[in-house]
């Protein structure tokens, strides 16, 4: 189980970096007024546009939009979060896999859903998208089926050295 445990913890803590660069920095250009990213990354974003061929990100809808803002307030915090909780062997990664997990796949399913019923999505342009569901699944399963040791909440202090009550 430990094996398994390791490589959801390596698949959630690569998801999580990628929200966590990829949000402030080209998502964020899909809602943030024009000018306040940098040349390079408006011509990353323009570049990724043209090549994969995301009408959601040139263009984006009002539903989109609203994702976005989603990610910016919610899951990247959380993402961040999360790797930081991944990287430091923190307990309360569980909760923060699965809340970033949860959240993913709630967006996912909107977006899978446009891009799919469109019928404007290439192959390239699916392909960035569904690893982000099957990520978020595995945050998800991660954080419910979590392998780390639990500690019974109460007294630090063991029964042997306990007053017995008469």
Known sequence: MGVVSAAADLAVAVFSLTIAVAAPM??????????????????LKRWYDAEYGDYLMARPPGFFRGIICLELAFQWPLAVATLY?????????????????????????AILGELLSSGKATPKLLQV?????????????????????RTTTGSSVGPSTRKKRV
């Not at 990213?37 to 011509?43: F, Q, R, S, Y």
């Not at 699944?137 to 089926?145: D, T």
């Open 85 to 109: 909780g991944i990287l430091t062997r923190r307990r309360w990664v569980a909760t923060t896999s699965l809340m970033t997990g949860v959240s993913t796949l709630t967006s996912m399913s």
């Open 26 to 43: 080209i998502d964020a250009q899909s809602v943030l007024p024009p000018g306040l990213h940098p040349a390079p990354l408006v011509e």
């Open 129 to 149: 998208y569904v690893p982000f569901a099957a990520f978020a699944v595995i945050a998800i399963l991660r954080g419910l089926c979590s392998c780390s040791p």
